[in-house]
């Protein structure tokens, strides 16, 4: 995961599901740390940030824009 950067922090899944499918369709590599350690013990990731969205850092600007772009759609809310 060499030049891999953390640009947001999720607490729970459900709340970027969405945005797998939308990196998928853009072809941007992605990570998210921690996910399967918070799916175990919720509680103690929650206090150490939560779920890390890691991609490579020549991906940092486009990732930032599907990420503002999706929050700024309300038809895409999660409720």
């Known amino acids: 995961m060499k030049d891999f950067i953390t640009v947001a922090f999720f607490t729970y899944p459900s709340e970027y599901v969405v945005l797998k499918m939308l990196f998928q ?3 941007i590599d992605y990570f998210f740390k921690n996910e ?3 799916s175990i013990l919720p509680i103690t990731f929650c206090g150490k940030g939560g779920i890390e969205l890691q ?3 020549n991906d ?3 990732v930032l824009k599907i990420i503002s772009d999706f929050e700024s ?5 999660i409720v």
């Open 25 to 27: 369709q853009e072809e």
């Open 55 to 57: 991609v490579h850092k």
């Open 60 to 62: 940092k600007e486009k």
């Open 73 to 77: 759609d309300a038809s895409l809310n």
């Open 36 to 38: 399967t350690s918070f």
